[in-house]
């Protein structure tokens, strides 16, 4: 059988990345290039700023990726892009840089969904098999997500309001830990003790999540504190908050195991990089003997190798795309 090489642009936020990946499974280079220097002065991605960064970067990005891989565009078989969802600037850098790839060498362009990305990002890791649950979590996304097969996706529940990494992020800046402030506050975590009292978030017997209550639960906490002349202690906090985030989220993973056929367990995004999420999952996969898989630590933030993996599956399904696909902000995957 002839080997397939995908190349994969990804544009979504602030990384901009390019990758080549042979059969969906071997990674043979990514180029990323982040920005999160820029953006943590300002406590957050800026939109125009990170669109201006991919013009900068992109044509650099994969001229570098192709003489790492020491491949010329002739030997790719066809590209791989993030259409959505994401930042609407972003995406439509990496967009139409895939589409020029795509006219110029006459080659298939392939759009691949942002979260569909970061569930293939495992498939690098460990050959994925079904029926397969997902828990996508990251900075816009907290979902349970049910496949049978490759591409099937079904939403079992997701978020009600914040994304779990947008939590994360909020709860830092609250107690003056800078943006990105997830890796820090597990960090902390780990030295803390759980010894203030936060609220579960949403604890009903459905598969969705909410936390939006429980980041109001630290401000006004943090709040309370000021008012009295005292501070909260950071690494109490942050044990005590990441254990309620834990809990939440294998609560929700414990009942999908439960009540669904599955034979394989995958985490998606960002936060899977948190190493308590991690231990916690991997005990609950141990327990009910669900071989699982989590993508390494550079698979877990926004990358092209993951875009072009899903990429490849979409590539021989058949699903490609015409010059006229336009990026779009919000995309149901499902």
Known sequence: MKDIYILGIESS???????????????????????IDIHKNYGGVVPEIASRQHVKNITMVIEECLEQAKMKMTDIDAIAVTYGPG????????????????????????PVHHIAGHIYANNLV?????????????????????????????????????????????VARVVGIPYPGGPQIDKLAHIGKVNYK??????????????????????????NEEQKGHSLNKEDLA??????????????????????????????????????IRSALAQICDENHIEYSFPSIKYCT???????????????NGRTATLDINAQSSVDLY
């Open 126 to 170: 460990k050959e994925m098999h079904f029926p397969l649950l997902s828990l996508v979590i990251s900075g816009g996304h907290t979902e349970l997500v049910y496949m049978r097969d490759h591409l099937n996706f079904e939403k079992l529940g997701g978020t009600l309001d914040d994304a779990v990494g947008e939590c994360y992020d909020k």
């Open 302 to 316: 926004d990358n092209a190798a993951m875009i072009a993996s899903a990429g490849y599956y979409y590539y021989i």
């Open 239 to 276: 044990a005590s908050f990441q254990k309620v985030v834990v809990d939440t989220l294998c609560k929700r993973v414990e009942k999908a195991i439960s009540e669904k056929e599955i034979k394989y367990f995958v985490t998606a995004g960002g936060v899977a990089a948190n190493s308590d």
């Open 13 to 35: 936020c602030d990384e901009t990345s390019c990758s080549i990946v042979k059969n969906g499974r071997e990674e043979l280079a990514t180029v990323i290039s982040s920005q």
């Open 198 to 223: 936060l609220p579960s978030p949403l604890n009903d017997d459905s598969y969705n999540f909410s936390f939006s209550g429980l980041k109001s639960a630290v401000i006004n906490l943090n709040h």
């Open 87 to 110: 930042l609407i600037g972003s995406l439509l850098i990496g967009l139409e840089a895939a589409k020029t790839l795509a006219y110029i060498y006459d080659k298939p362009l392939v």
